[in-house]
């Protein structure tokens, strides 16, 4: 059983910055992949950023320059550090992860429940 559990959001005014984690917990032998997505009222769920377990990143083009994303692998443990934030940035952001679990060899993907973030003045 693995679970993701995010932490970090809330209200934040324009300009301002938030920080982001997610902790997977259960019998994990790798994580190979962890990332963020997010989905604003009447949008899709869009990527926002992913990272690699040797820590190789990707970004979505509107928050490059703004977001970086990073993880401690002995903690499983993946961090979205949010600066000059923006109100097209509020969103529920949901953490994923590809896991292998021990005793296996299947990757299986899981997603935490979700923190909201709202910029707002």
């Known amino acids: 059983q693995v679970q993701l559990v995010e932490s970090g959001g809330g209200l934040v005014q324009p300009g301002g910055s938030l920080r982001l984690s997610c902790v997977a917990s259960g019998s994990i032998l790798n994580i190979n992949f962890m990332g963020w997505y997010r989905q604003a009222p009447g949008k899709e769920r869009e990527l926002v950023a992913l990272i690699t377990r040797g820590q190789s990143t990707d970004y979505l083009d509107s928050v490059k320059g703004r977001f970086s994303i990073s993880r401690d692998n002995a903690k499983n443990t993946v961090y979205l550090q949010m600066n000059s934030l923006k109100p097209e940035d509020t969103a529920v952001y949901y953490c994923?992860?590809?896991?292998?679990?021990?005793?296996?060899?299947?990757?299986?993907?899981?997603w935490g429940k979700g923190t909201l973030v709202t910029v707002s003045s």
């Open positions: 994923h992860a590809a896991i292998i679990g021990m005793g296996s060899s299947r990757v299986v993907y899981y």
